[in-house]
């Protein structure tokens, strides 16, 4: 498995997996009706750098680094992830995150930041604890989940 | 004293203080030296909406609503508000913040957030305390202030 810098090319291979997760939207804000030219926006076009993490060709997961406040917050940096369903449980977004943190402190941050973390994606707030990351916020009711209703959304942080 | 919507000529009233707060840098994320244009962009077409504070002809405030976060976060608002050095100690942040709520509620929204309060800006923190606002979060030195060094910045919440 490698990790690499993505290019416009890849996102015939995100799109699959980005349309999955956002459709379902029990994890990520975006509208659930996010439409191709909006997603190559946001995924690949106003973040700083976005990676893939490829297996014999094929794209397994992808996340972007982005700086999260410009100005006085610029030495913060906000990363997203996102897993094809096909490569969940094999530990990749732990690899990815990991390779974030390296990217950010190669790019000059200090800090990364999740700033809307559904408080009922569970596994997510267990992987990002585990892997250094404080709760440092929680913003009450901020998450409309599809099922569940109103959740808490989280603040994680953590300072290299 | 009069909150009205903003035009876009109105910016020639706004950009005096606008530059004025951000080349300061003390309490808005954004770049010192952030120019004209890129303000226009931030302050009167990105957001949702944003308003004047007028007396007799003369801007003395303005700010800005916009959905926080798209999908499962958009019933939660931010605001951003900037007063005329000439016009502080009048209470007039206070009247735009209680605008500002009744607008988010007109326009559906359930709760407002402030993302990124300088901890060191004690008048702002003292302030959305007091009309309502909870410290949901704390980032832990998310904020370089140009004299004080690393300061934290605060998540303020208020749902409605």
Redesign the interface.
Known sequence: MHIREATLADFDQIWPFFHEI?AA?ET?????D?IREQAIKSWMETPRKTFVAEENGQILGSYYIKTN????????CNCGYMVSSAARGLGLATTMCEHSQQVAKSLGY??M?F??V?SSNEGAVRLWTKLGFET???????????SRGYVD?L?M?K?F
Chains 1, 2 share one sequence.
């Open positions: 956002v939207g990520y804000a975006y509208p659930r996010t406040q410009p100005g006085g917050g610029d030495h913060v200090q800090a930041q700033n809307f559904a440092v916020g929680r913003l009450p009711k901020a998450f409309l989940h599809p959304a603040v942080y300072w």
